[in-house]
């Protein structure tokens, strides 16, 4: 099968109801999203953009208020089942049954999802998320970390085609990032199709082979991540002179001045176009002599603003 999705959403719309006299929330307001079999996907967005919304939608846990989501070929509506078996999802909230081992969760689980006792692979798992050794030890003895990897182990026990993992690196320590994207990866080579949602663009940089932005519940941008960056080469540097800095400054092309607060000034410039030495020399012509020099990257807010403002003037 050549070009298969394995997620496809139209107009998918949640509006959550307002509890006593609060208002209702409308966390998703139309998204159309498709995302290939096989690929890693980051799905990012800053805190409340409807990320774990849309997830939970995926996993059938929170119900759609309008769309249609199709998983795996099975439109959710009309075959649940199948397009429920055909996701794994590991949840952003560390939500485990305090006494279950970590042997019973995957138990339980592989039950609900009706895997056959012969055909479970609880040991497997156990050991692929390091945890053989607190295999029968209660989950409310297990550390944030291995809450964190028996919520993966659970997310796999159904052999699902495609895994979800919402946050997986939240305020989690480098040595289980490590262990969490070592097996993410393995498991991609394998032929699943990942999917990850995280505030942290450097990680999305490093995993995904592409990459949708959302915020206030709306998709702002779906591309390769190789195009996206090459959207984000917005490199900033700030500056502080001997003495003041000229009014006027001749600068290439494309470069922008700000001055600020603390006397130093920013110039910001696209990489793709100025080399950061074309601003220095321009300073030096200036007659301008450099006491500190200091560059900032773009980070995820920058992009977000950049994508939002262009949007708006288009
Ligand atoms: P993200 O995962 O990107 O941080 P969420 O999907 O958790 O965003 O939340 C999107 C918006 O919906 C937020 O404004 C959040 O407060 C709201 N929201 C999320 N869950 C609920 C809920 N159960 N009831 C009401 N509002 C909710
Ligand atoms: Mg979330």
Redesign the pocket.
């Known amino acids: 099968m050549t070009a298969k999705n394995a997620i496809e959403i139209e107009g998918l719309r949640?509006t959550?109801?307002?509890?006593r006299q609060?208002v209702a929330?409308?966390?998703?307001k139309g998204v159309d999203l498709t995302i290939p079999a096989g690929s890693i996907f980051g799905l990012l967005?800053?805190?409340?953009?409807?990320?774990?919304?849309?997830?939970?939608i995926l996993a059938g846990l929170?119900l759609k208020t309008s769309g249609r989501v199709t998983i795996w070929g099975f439109d959710q509506d009309i075959n649940p089942r199948q397009s429920r078996a055909a996701i794994g999802v590991m949840p952003?909230e560390l939500n485990l049954d305090p006494f279950f081992s970590p042997r019973g969760s995957l138990e339980v689980q592989a039950g609900l999802y009706g895997v056959p006792k012969s055909q479970r692979r609880t040991d497997d798992i156990l050991r692929m998320i390091g945890l053989e050794d607190k295999a029968d030890a209660y989950a409310r003895t297990l550390s944030g970390g291995m809450r964190r990897r028996l919520l993966l182990g659970k997310a796999l026990v159904h052999r699902p085609q495609i895994l979800v993992l919402?946050?997986p690196t939240a305020g989690v320590d480098i040595e289980l990032r490590q262990m969490l994207w070592e097996n993410v990866r393995k498991l991609n080579a394998d032929g699943m199709t990942i999917i990850l949602?995280t505030?942290y663009l450097e990680e999305a940089e490093e995993m995904c082979d592409e990459i949708a932005i959302?915020n206030h519940?709306s998709l702002i941008v779906r591309d390769s991540t190789k195009a996206l960056l090459g959207r984000m080469d917005a490199k900033t540097l700030v500056i502080h002179s001997e003495g003041d800095m000229p009014d006027a400054l001749a600068m290439p092309d494309g470069v922008t001045i700000d001055r600020r607060a603390d006397g130093a000034v920013a110039f910001t410039y696209r990489r793709s176009e100025t080399a950061p030495d074309a601003i220095l020399d321009a300073l030096r012509q200036a007659g301008v002599r450099l006491r500190d020099v200091a560059s900032e990257e773009p980070d995820l807010e920058d992009v977000f603003l950049d994508l939002t403002r262009k949007r708006a003037e288009a």
């Open positions: 949640k959550y109801a307002g509890g609060q929330k409308e966390a998703l967005g800053p805190n409340g953009a409807g990320k774990s919304t849309l997830i939970n929170v952003q919402d946050e949602t505030h959302i519940g």
